[in-house]
């Protein structure tokens, strides 16, 4: 292997963990949710859900740079340059986020002064943590960007792929920069502030997942380079079409004029598109050599990623995005549900199928398979469309009660959320989610052990007699 596929293993086992990490957080909020006195002054709610973002984000942001890390130097037939820099910097990022997270459980909370922003919490959500993790941040993804623009230019071989992922970069870091200006304005602060969540993590986000599915689609399946770059390259165009304009979903009650309700509720769906256009073609092709492939826990990961893209991020997104419903659904558990659905579909799906494709090479394995995979698989993708469909229950109850009916005045979201059907569905939504926990635990379990007789086997034939 490259020395920069080395990396990319540390980046997706530091990923799985934090994955991990970010399930248990994720059943202390919703157990919260049922048991309101649970852990409470210990290890309160505002916490649990900060450590469940927040992981959520970096453990993909992870295991991007993993993918990015073990394709690069297939793609330019070169290791990576900067790589010593680059694994450093792996380092520190752990590092930081390990003190971020002692911070958040330990301390929790400050005062409202500088000293706070910079050490503890900025108390912006999604980009809660404190200023030096934020800088520590903007230098990972710049030695990140660095590695691959260096690398491409050392290598004198730019593909399509190359190309949209380096013009990719720039967005990548310029739009993190948002998290730093301290605006006292709350509508200016809300009107930046989603430039950073829906353009970074879903804009941003969606062309370098693209990237990624595109050089695992020609490594799994042997797809064509002109079928993968295509389909990117109508990707590019969607979100640069559609991507500002379809921000403007975010826009509708923060202060901002008529017209974004138009607009919004218009362009919000078709991001995800290409990459469903991309896979599905991508299949059809292979299914006319028969779809060979020696790899079937990455093609599955692969086709969950493109129809969960699809169905959480496009359908379930277009559903409350359009004006007259998000009047009644925005800030309940129905946004909830999108949020699990989209980043579950668009992105986690895609890292998972990675990590199997890099796992095959590093154990040298002719052919993944087994049962355990098929385990996992079912369980994850079950408990969340459980949790996808409880939720969503939820969701409906506090859209009902709470808007149509109570108006949205502090007393109605109180009755909303003593209403039996609201009660039920989060209820079923720790269940499954318990259900997802297991399923995590059968996918590690499969990724430690995948392989193993195979390599008892080589250890036999290299043991002197």
């Known amino acids: 292997m490259y020395r920069s596929q080395q990396l990319a293993l540390k980046y997706f086992i530091a990923a799985i963990a934090l994955f991990g990490i970010m399930i248990v957080f994720g059943l202390l909020a919703s157990a919260q949710y049922v048991h309101m006195g649970f852990l409470f002054q210990v290890l309160d709610f505002s916490i649990t859900k900060t450590l469940h973002i927040d992981t959520m984000i970096l453990w993909l942001l992870m295991g991007f740079m993993g993918c990015i890390y073990w394709f690069l130097p297939q793609e330019l037939e070169r290791d990576v340059e900067g790589i010593k820099l680059a694994e450093i910097m792996f380092y520190i990022l752990c590092t930081a986020i390990a003190t971020v997270a002692a911070v958040f459980i330990f301390v929790q909370y400050g005062g409202s002064n500088e000293f706070s922003m910079w050490f503890i919490n900025q108390g912006r959500k999604y980009v809660e943590a404190p200023r030096w993790a934020a800088i520590g941040i903007v230098l990972v993804v710049l030695v990140f960007s660095y590695n691959i623009v260096a690398t491409a230019i050392k290598a004198k071989k730019i593909t399509g792929i190359m190309g949209v992922l380096m013009i990719d970069l720039v967005p990548l870091f310029a739009l993190y920069l948002i998290a730093f200006p301290r605006i006292t304005n709350m509508s200016v602060d809300l009107f930046w502030w989603w430039w950073l969540v829906h353009l970074w993590v879903e804009g941003t986000w969606e062309?370098?997942?693209?990237?990624?599915?595109?050089?695992?689609?020609?490594?799994?399946?042997?797809?064509?380079?002109?079928?993968?770059?295509?389909?990117?390259?109508?990707?590019?165009?969607?979100?640069?079409?559609?991507?500002?304009?379809?921000?403007?979903?975010?826009?509708?009650?923060?202060?901002?004029?008529?017209?974004?309700l138009a607009i919004g509720g218009l362009f919000s769906a078709l991001e995800p598109l290409p990459l469903l256009g991309m896979v599905v073609h991508a299949v059809y092709d292979a299914g006319t050599h028969h779809m060979k492939t020696t790899n079937k826990p990455a093609l599955y990961w692969m086709m969950a990623e493109a129809f969960g893209n699809f169905l959480g991020a496009g359908v379930f997104g277009f559903m409350m995005t359009l004006p007259q419903i998000n009047l009644f659904s925005h800030g309940t558990q129905w946004t909830v549900s999108h949020g699990h659905f989209a980043f579950w579909g668009a992105y986690a799906c895609g890292v998972l199928s990675v990590v199997y494709v890099a796992l095959q090479k590093a154990r040298g394995l002719e052919e993944m398979n087994g049962i355990r995979w098929k385990w996992s698989f079912g369980l994850l993708n079950f408990g969340m469309i459980g949790m996808v469909g409880a939720l969503l229950i939820s969701g409906i109850a506090q859209a009902f009660y709470e808007r149509a009916i109570g108006g949205s005045t502090i007393q109605a979201f109180i009755d909303a959320q003593s209403n039996l059907w609201f009660l039920q569905g989060m209820n079923a939504r720790l269940v499954f989610g318990v259900l997802f926990a297991i399923g995590y635990a059968v996918l590690v379990y499969d990724l430690l052990t995948i392989g193993g007789k195979h390599r008892t086997k080589q250890a036999a034939v290299l043991r002197p007699a």
């Open 207 to 260: 062309v370098l997942i693209g990237c990624i599915m595109a050089l695992a689609l020609m490594q799994l399946l042997g797809t064509a380079r002109r079928i993968v770059e295509t389909w990117l390259y109508i990707e590019v165009a969607l979100v640069l079409g559609t991507g500002i304009l379809g921000l403007g979903h975010h826009y509708f009650w923060i202060g901002t004029p008529e017209y974004w």
